[in-house]
């Protein structure tokens, strides 16, 4: 069993891991950039060491200095986090080469599933099926106009090393193929080094449908449900909910039962979330998380599995303590993501919280490292807090969403609190009628008037 684990990230992510290490008994060793050196994490940690200056290249992505932290430490075991190096093939294969746990997949699993054409050959072959597209990389602008027009317009052009929803481009008419096809190269190569881009259908009215799996080292998977991500804005998640107000039983078993048989065909190890597009009763895969992703508190509230400290336990060699037939939905939970950032401009606001007070009461979680005085740092991802929130029904948990979010207080800063207050009482909110365009093409630009 881990006896002591180095938790290689910063801010709620690492404050959840923290915590999961003292509900087991583990020591914990907190790494941290020097803008973090008060931050709750490094805190409430056994231990903490400074690996380097504010910029996440010089500390959270410099894989030296956190495995020189972990020997020094002593610690058995690395916890990547969300982000930064949780889905790095060369970091976990590093870790394991120093003979010490890496808390995630295979090096192998990593690879597979990091290069979204890989990962989409991968799919087909474990029989799940994506979204049709070009079947590899453009590399010939005319093939590529052939493959679009016998698709239709729109597509999408993706970067195959994509993530957080950055680089994608839209393309409505053949005429602006050539052009963005160069712009999606462009941004491919300065956020993920590697130009490399390739097409999909632009799918008109999808729900994001996500499948959390969890597998052990001893052949045993199981699925926990699905997560509704529809609620997006640039791509990027804003709002979750479990279970999705659009998916029945049966197609949940359905999709569970292909995710579960094909993770057991990998030999896939430790957490994971494979993403599916859903219109028209149909599912179509578009990527697979071989990490723990911010939105698994609201899996943990309707199936009561503590899911890091699963992630945990399998990564020291433990069978999974439950069976699919365990796995029970009870009510409904949402996730509100709480960014340090204007609620109508979304321009980010870091800065120092001058007042903090946090909901509470019956079916209230808050992750958040946030306290009175603390200074947010311009280096990160603007995320400072979810709130998540349990209902026994949709309706009730809509309602206590509402009721939380007008607890919650901070000042000194911008924060997404009133864009979600809207969202809690919105119609279409209410009756779960959304799709991954919603809040773009029909909430923001009505919330602005
Ligand atoms: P990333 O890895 O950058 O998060 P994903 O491939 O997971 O990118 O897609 C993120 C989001 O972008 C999806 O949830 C969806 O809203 C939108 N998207 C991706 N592919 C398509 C598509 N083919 N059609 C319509 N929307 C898409």
Redesign the pocket.
């Known amino acids: 069993m881990i006896k002591k684990l180095l938790i290689a990230n910063r801010g709620e992510v690492a404050l959840r891991i923290l915590r999961a290490c003292k509900d087991m008994n583990i020591k914990s060793v907190v790494v941290h950039s020097s803008a973090d050196s008060s931050s709750m994490p490094v805190r409430l940690a056994d231990e903490s060491v400074c690996i380097g200056p504010g910029p996440s290249k010089d500390s959270y992505l410099n894989i030296t200095s956190i495995i020189a932290a972990a020997e020094i430490t002593g610690a058995d075991a690395i916890h990547p986090g969300v982000g930064f190096l949780a889905e790095s093939e060369k970091f976990s294969r590093m870790v394991e080469e120093h003979n010490i746990i890496f808390v995630g997949p295979k090096p192998e699993h990593i690879a597979l599933m990091g290069d979204?054409i890989t990962a989409k050959k991968t799919a087909v072959k474990l029989g799940i099926p994506v979204?049709p597209?070009s079947d590899g990389i453009i590399d010939n602008i005319e093939k590529a106009k052939e493959i679009a027009a016998e698709m239709g317009y729109p597509i999408?052009i993706?970067?195959t090393a994509?993530?957080?929803?950055?680089?994608?481009q839209?393309v409505e008419e053949p005429k602006d193929l050539d052009e963005a096809v160069k712009i999606a190269q462009k941004e491919a190569q300065a956020n993920f080094d590697n130009p490399d881009v390739f097409m999909?259908?632009?799918?008109?009215n999808?729900r994001?449908i996500e499948i959390q799996v969890i597998s052990d080292m001893h052949g045993n998977s199981v699925h926990l449900a699905e997560r509704d991500?529809?609620i997006?804005r640039r791509?990027?998640?804003i709002w979750e909910e479990a279970p999705s107000p659009a998916i029945t039983e049966n197609k949940r078993a359905m999709l569970g039962g292909i995710v579960v048989n094909a993770m057991k065909h990998l030999g896939y190890r430790g957490v994971g979330t494979i993403?599916f597009?859903y219109e028209d009763g149909k599912f179509?895969f578009?990527?697979m998380?071989t990490r723990l992703q911010v939105e698994h508190p609201i899996t943990e509230m309707i199936t009561g599995i503590d899911i890091v400290k699963e992630q945990i336990l399998v990564a020291s060699g433990k069978p999974l303590s439950f069976k699919q037939d365990d796995i029970k939905i009870t009510g409904h939970a949402i996730e509100c993501r709480i960014n340090a950032e204007h609620s109508e401009t979304f321009l980010p606001s870091p800065g120092v919280v001058e007042s903090y007070h946090a909901p509470g009461g019956y079916g209230v979680r808050i992750d958040s490292h946030l306290y009175t005085g603390y200074a947010i740092p311009p280096y990160y991802d603007s995320l400072i807090s979810k709130l998540i929130v349990h209902g026994s029904d949709r309706e009730e948990a809509l309602r206590r969403t509402s009721r939380a979010l007008s607890e919650y207080v901070i000042t000194g800063i911008d924060t997404s609190i009133p864009l979600h207050r809207k969202l809690a009482t919105n119609s279409d909110m209410q009756t779960g009628n959304y799709n991954?365009?919603w809040l773009e093409r029909s909430f923001l630009p009505k919330a602005k008037k």
Request: charged fraction near 25%.
């Open positions: 979204k979204v597209g999408i993706k970067a994509g993530g957080g929803g950055k680089g994608m839209v999909e259908k632009y799918l008109q999808p994001h991500c529809s997006q791509h990027q998640k993403e597009l179509y578009i990527e998380n991954v365009h």
